[in-house]
T-cell receptor, first 118, second 113 residues
């Protein structure tokens, strides 16, 4: 079985300061991990994904995440927040073969709402 | 490519009414799915399909029906709407046979009164 926990339901940072959104996972197999972003009244868009290649993954809009097997974590970071980063962020885990977890092989975290203060 | 499209964007139904949410993709993806999103609960899988003619239930299938007659289309039917089905519904598609990025539609915001 697999699961994913987003440790913060809300994160508030000032514009220009670093962003850290935390995600811990559990998986019986070698997992693949994703971060998605959802802007207000929009669908989900892929930010980045880890699929057993480099453990430091770079995504769009300056975001990156590091896969740490020993800590079972996949935290999302950005060096400097921008107002346009205000959105909901979802961490998603899938086992290597796209099975297990949810019926479609994916398990979604409950989301972290990122607030950017001017 | 239009990607994944959904219609309508907004819908208000009365309890007991039925309706169909439309979803289409033009990426020739075998795999399509429907999720509902409720505050504080993330996305929950309703139904999914691994190809034309093949569908299966997800985590919260009750009250919903699906069919997949073509690769492109995957409509979601609400048989008899209930207030508990007030939610935002997302359709998604991806390649099958491995771990691939999911592409999401823009969503349908449904209110049942």
């Amino acid at each position: 079985a697999q699961s994913v926990t987003q440790l913060d339901s809300h994160v508030s940072v000032s514009e220009g300061t670093p962003v850290l959104l935390r995600c811990n996972y559990s998986s019986s197999y070698s997992p693949s991990l994703f971060w998605y972003v959802q802007h207000p009244n929009k669908g989900l868009q892929l930010l980045l994904k880890y699929t057993s290649a480099a453990t430091l993954v770079k995504g769009i809009n300056g975001f990156e995440a590091e896969f740490k097997k020993s800590e079972t974590s996949f935290h999302l970071t950005k060096p400097s927040a921008h107002m346009s980063d205000a959105a909901e962020y979802f961490c998603v885990v899938s086992d290597r073969w796209g099975s297990g977890g949810g019926a479609d092989g994916l398990t979604f975290g409950k989301g972290t709402h990122l607030i950017i203060q001017p | 490519n239009a990607g994944v499209t959904q219609t309508p964007k907004f819908q208000v139904l009365k309890t007991g009414q039925s309706m169909t949410l439309q979803c289409a993709q033009d990426m020739n993806h075998e795999y399509m799915s429907w999720y509902r999103q409720d505050p504080g609960m993330g996305l929950r899988l309703i139904h999914y399909s691994v190809g034309a003619g093949i569908t299966d239930q997800g985590e919260v299938p009750n009250g919903y029906n699906v069919s997949r007659s073509t690769t492109e289309d995957f409509p979601l039917r609400l048989l008899s709407a209930a207030p508990s089905q007030t939610s935002v519904y997302f359709c998604a598609s991806r390649e099958s046979g491995g771990v691939y990025e999911q592409y999401f539609g823009p969503g349908t915001r449904l209110t049942v009164t």
